[in-house]
């Protein structure tokens, strides 16, 4: 079974520029997360989406983060315009189900530097 | 903020058993312990998960206190390849997964 895709791997910008990440999740599964991990810290959940819905967008700075996932498969995220404080390594996760005790698939990750 | 508390760092040698601790004081009777692992430049992997009872597959084994606040993964021979940061988190469902900093493990030979 192929796993959760991303791309790309790694990415370098300077500040105030924008920045597009895209994820592939596992086939058939419904739900999708976003996050970001900063070096040194656990994930954080920018954003998660029920098939092609928002579920979860509490933690998405939406003056400068989008995302959507179009026709409930892939999915892109979006910084416009960059901060330096935006350098992390953003997950894109899936799993079968929302709801129910489901484990998450994550992929490698991008790694975002800005400069 | 995270609702577990796990030590910063661990060693372990290679092939004894790596027993990684962590307290959840404030659990709630319907959340459940899951535990995930993070090798150096990949993502998060799922590793086991409970409620009350023990459990245990083929990587680890989970041992929960009776009074659910404290819990251990046990990994019973550790290897090389388990060196990764490995994550303790409660949570109701496959929603709300809020990650602490973690346990970095590290496997020495």
């Known amino acids: 079974e192929a796993g959760v895709a991303q791309s790309p791997r790694y990415k370098i910008i300077e500040k105030r520029q924008s920045v597009a990440f895209w994820c592939n999740p596992i086939?058939?599964?419904?739900?999708l997360y976003w996050y970001q991990q900063i070096l040194g810290q656990g994930p954080k959940l920018l954003i998660q989406?029920?098939?092609?819905?928002?579920?979860?967008d509490s933690q998405l700075p939406k003056d400068r983060f989008s995302a959507e996932r179009l026709k409930g498969v892939d999915s892109t995220l979006k910084i416009q315009p960059a901060k330096l404080e935006d350098s992390a390594v953003y997950l894109c996760?899936?799993?079968?189900?929302?709801?129910?005790?489901?484990?998450?698939?994550f992929g490698p990750g991008t790694r975002l530097t800005v400069l | 903020d995270a609702k577990t508390t796990q030590p910063p760092s661990m060693d372990c040698a290679e092939g004894r058993a790596a027993n990684l601790p962590c307290n959840h004081s404030?659990?709630?009777?319907?959340?459940?312990v899951y535990w995930y692992r993070q090798i150096h430049s990949q993502g998060p992997q799922y590793i086991i998960h409970?409620?009350?009872n023990n459990e245990t597959n083929e990587m680890a084994s989970l041992i929960i206190t009776e009074d659910r606040k404290s819990s251990t993964l046990i990994l019973p021979h550790a290897t090389l390849r388990d060196t990764a940061v490995y994550y303790c988190?409660?949570?109701?469902?496959?929603?709300?997964?809020?990650f602490g900093a973690g346990t970095r493990l590290t496997v020495k030979p």
């Open positions: 404030t659990i709630s009777g319907n959340e459940y």
């Open positions: 086939s058939g599964h419904a739900t």
């Open positions: 989406f029920q098939n092609n819905g928002v579920v979860d």
């Open positions: 996760a899936s799993s079968p189900l929302a709801g129910g005790h489901r484990e998450q698939f």
């Open positions: 988190i409660v949570r109701v469902g496959v929603n709300d997964m809020r």
């Open positions: 409970g409620l009350k």
